[in-house]
């Protein structure tokens, strides 16, 4: 069975949702981070220490975009185009939220309600919403269907959808498109599974 370590809060949710949507059984082990003990565990267990990492027999992954693509390869290829441009396409939706959208709204957020009073800057907290509007409407522009990519479901709307996520959570606003978007992804029964609350142990 697959052994997935993760956090709430965190990249894990995206790795969660994916397990959810292959289907394949999991072992879910919460992390608690912020506690030493609980830390120097799971060091000894992933030398990385960060979230979230997953082992399948041999095969030993972290950085949930790679652990994704991989579980779609291996569990649910119809999630992954054969098409070689839509399948660029997924790649790129995908490096795409988590190298230009994800940095701005973790900025915007970091300046804002989650920062101490004298850590927040007015100045870049702006910034970063601005960024954020900026590529939401560049998504919103691009979104042609029901889905990021071709006319199906695909491992794109997991590794984009769980940031846009992250920037409505932060309050910056989405256009109509991206909105109904996100309400079919949210609709998915592996995305209310996935959603549950889980506990730090």
Same mark, same amino acid.
Request: proline residues 5%.
């Given at each position: 069975m697959?052994?997935? !370590? %993760?956090?709430?809060? =965190? =990249?894990? %949710?995206?790795?969660? +949702?994916?397990l959810?949507?292959?289907g394949? *059984?999991?072992?879910?082990?919460?992390?608690?981070l912020?506690?030493e003990e609980?830390?120097?565990?799971?060091?000894?267990? !992933?030398?990385?220490g $960060?979230?979230?990492y997953?082992?399948? @027999?041999?095969? $030993?992954?972290f950085? =949930?975009?790679?652990i994704?693509?991989? /579980?779609?390869? #291996?569990? @649910?290829?119809?999630?992954? *185009?054969r098409?070689?441009? /839509?399948?660029?396409q997924?790649?790129? +939706?995908?490096? +795409?939220?988590?190298?230009?959208?994800?940095?701005?709204?973790?900025?915007?957020?970091g300046h %804002?309600? !989650?920062?101490?009073d004298?850590e927040?800057?007015? #100045?870049h $907290?702006?910034?970063?919403?601005?960024?954020?509007?900026?590529y939401?409407?560049?998504?919103?522009?691009s /979104?042609? @269907?029901?889905?990021?990519?071709?006319?199906?479901?695909?491992v794109a709307?997991?590794?984009?959808? =769980?940031i846009?996520?992250?920037?409505?959570?932060?309050?910056?606003?989405? @256009? *109509?498109?991206?909105?109904?978007?996100m309400?079919? /992804?949210?609709?998915?029964?592996? +995305?209310?599974?996935?959603?549950?609350?889980v506990?730090?142990r």
């Amino acid at each position: 069975m697959i052994k997935f !370590f %993760g956090a709430p809060m =965190s =990249s894990s %949710g995206r790795t969660r +949702w994916m397990l959810e949507e292959v289907g394949v *059984p999991y072992e879910y082990t919460v992390v608690n981070l912020h506690d030493e003990e609980a830390r120097r565990r799971y060091l000894e267990i !992933f030398p990385g220490g $960060k979230v979230p990492y997953l082992v399948d @027999g041999d095969v $030993k992954l972290f950085e =949930s975009m790679a652990i994704n693509f991989y /579980l779609a390869e #291996r569990y @649910g290829p119809e999630l992954l *185009p054969r098409d070689l441009e /839509l399948r660029a396409q997924v790649y790129q +939706w995908s490096f +795409w939220s988590i190298t230009n959208l994800q940095p701005e709204a973790l900025k915007y957020m970091g300046h %804002g309600a !989650f920062a101490p009073d004298d850590e927040r800057g007015v #100045r870049h $907290k702006d910034e970063a919403r601005a960024s954020c509007r900026r590529y939401l409407d560049q998504l919103e522009t691009s /979104l042609t @269907g029901r889905y990021l990519v071709g006319d199906s479901f695909t491992v794109a709307d997991v590794n984009c959808g =769980s940031i846009v996520n992250l920037t409505q959570r932060a309050n910056v606003g989405v @256009g *109509p498109k991206v909105a109904e978007w996100m309400d079919t /992804l949210r609709g998915r029964p592996a +995305w209310k599974r996935a959603s549950q609350e889980v506990s730090l142990r």
